[in-house]
């Protein structure tokens, strides 16, 4: 019975990346840098700024503020593993992955695997902490992606 749910809660984490890429084929974002100070992410409402670790810690980091209701659409960082830790006590993300769907609230976090296809839905206006690792050698990059693409 648990292997059939969790089958279940897959198949439902799948078909949800899917409906959120709505077809769309695979395309790349790529920033040489992110800001320094709190600008937009690309071409949507969201702000997002570097944070600085030392070179020691071989990561890639920035702060990134979003609205409820706004979306980062299915996506994946090729080389490299992202943790997201949500900052603020009203913050609260829903986290999609293949495998499974999650709410996450304040003071937690999660990790998405290398090349792990996720996307997050804002349930309420969030500011994270997000840590890609290794670090991204040429600035900032994801693949957006259709799931059913990736299989």
């Known amino acids: 019975m648990i292997n059939l749910l969790g089958a279940v809660k897959?198949?439902?984490?799948?078909?949800?990346?899917?409906?959120?890429?709505?077809?769309?084929?695979?395309?790349?974002?790529?920033a040489t840098e992110i800001p320094s100070s709190l600008g937009l992410f690309f071409d949507t409402e969201a702000q997002w700024a570097k944070v600085e670790f030392p070179p020691t810690s071989n990561v890639t980091s920035c702060i990134y503020n979003s609205k409820k209701g706004t979306t980062?659409?299915?996506?994946?960082?090729?080389?490299?593993?992202?943790?997201?830790?949500?900052?603020?006590?009203?913050?609260?993300?829903?986290?999609?992955?293949?495998?499974?769907?999650?709410?996450?609230?304040?003071?937690?976090?999660?990790?998405?695997?290398?090349n792990e296809a996720h996307a997050i839905v804002f349930l309420e206006d969030t500011e994270l902490l997000a840590i890609w690792h290794p670090e991204m050698k040429n600035g900032w990059n994801a693949i957006y992606i259709n799931p059913n693409d990736e299989k």
Request: net charge positive; hydrophobic share 40%.
């Open 72 to 114: 980062c659409e299915p996506h994946k960082h090729e080389g490299c593993s992202e943790h997201l830790v949500i900052l603020n006590k009203k913050g609260k993300i829903k986290a999609i992955t293949q495998h499974e769907i999650k709410v996450i609230e304040y003071p937690g976090s999660m990790v998405f695997r290398k």
């Open 10 to 30: 897959a198949a439902r984490a799948r078909a949800t990346l899917a409906i959120m890429a709505r077809g769309a084929k695979i395309k790349g974002l790529v």
